[in-house]
Antibody, heavy 122, light 111 residues
Framework: QVQLVQSGTEVKKPGASVKVSCKASGYTFTGYSLHWVRQAPGQGLEWMGW????????NYAQKFQGRVTMTSDTSISAAYMELNSLTSDDTAVYFC???????????????WGQGTLLTVSS | QSALTQPRSVSGSPGQSVTISCTGT?????????VSWYQQLPGKAPKLIIF???ERPSGVPDRFSGSKSGNTASLTISGLQTEDDGDYYC???????????FGGGTTLTVL
């Protein structure tokens, strides 16, 4: 079965960077795009971008361009999301999500990781 | 303010039906069938329950149905059950600066 296991809780200071990992199993890693979505405490969902593990191609939400980097390591079926210049507004749960369909990104968020809580505080 | 507009809350009794609306624009919901809905139960990750406006992933009960008219998509849950309590988010492809946009979420309470 499809599983996405994310790295653990992070606490960072303003201005720092964070790198969240997402280890995939149960499917062909290079066959599906991976998205990152975040959810601030008590708030809604916010799409950050996606990466194609097969090509390394990315598409970031305009809001995060210049501050986020999504990468993948096909040798270990893992994806990473690095966010720089953190502020308290970045405090949220970050989810990695596998696209529903094989091939090009469909933007349907089919399988979700358990989430990684990031707290940004001085 | 979210890109797609949903009611903040809806409620219903067990066995009844509720409909959650999701209003966008001609840049998203109005022009594309890339509309999806997600259920988020308390303390859990979201779950895809509708894609392509009205398609259900395998394992999602047919009590959940989706539709679209103009700039507004809708999720209908029939035969409400107490375990349906949670938050529901609509999502659409958009030709604006961000290709994936969400609604602000609707909290469903089954009384």
């Amino acid at each position: 079965q499809v599983q996405l296991v994310q790295s653990g809780t992070e606490v960072k200071k303003p201005g720092a960077s964070v790198k969240v990992s997402c280890k995939a199993s149960g499917y062909t890693f290079t066959g599906y795009s991976l998205h990152w979505v975040r959810q601030a405490p008590g708030q809604g969902l916010e799409w950050m971008g996606w990466i194609s593990p097969s090509s390394g191609g990315t598409n970031y939400a305009q809001k995060f361009q210049g501050r986020v980097t999504m990468t993948s390591d096909t040798s270990i079926s893992a994806a990473y999301m690095e966010l720089n210049s953190l502020t308290s507004d970045d405090t949220a749960v970050y989810f990695c999500v596998r696209d529903l369909d094989y091939g090009d990104a469909t933007y349907y968020l089919g399988y979700w990781g358990q989430g990684t809580l990031l707290t940004v505080s001085s | 303010q979210s890109a797609l507009t949903q009611p903040r809350s809806v409620s219903g009794s067990p066995g009844q039906s509720v409909t959650i609306s999701c209003t966008g624009t001609s840049n998203d919901v109005g022009s594309y069938t890339f509309v999806s809905w997600y259920q988020q139960l308390p303390g859990k990750a979201p779950k895809l329950i509708i894609f392509d406006v009205s398609e259900r992933p395998s394992g999602v009960p047919d009590r959940f149905s989706g539709s679209k008219s103009g700039n507004t998509a809708s999720l209908t849950i029939s035969g409400l059950q107490t375990e349906d309590d949670g938050d529901y988010y609509c999502c659409s492809y958009s030709v604006s600066h961000t290709p994936v946009i969400f609604g602000g979420g609707t909290t469903l309470t089954v009384l």
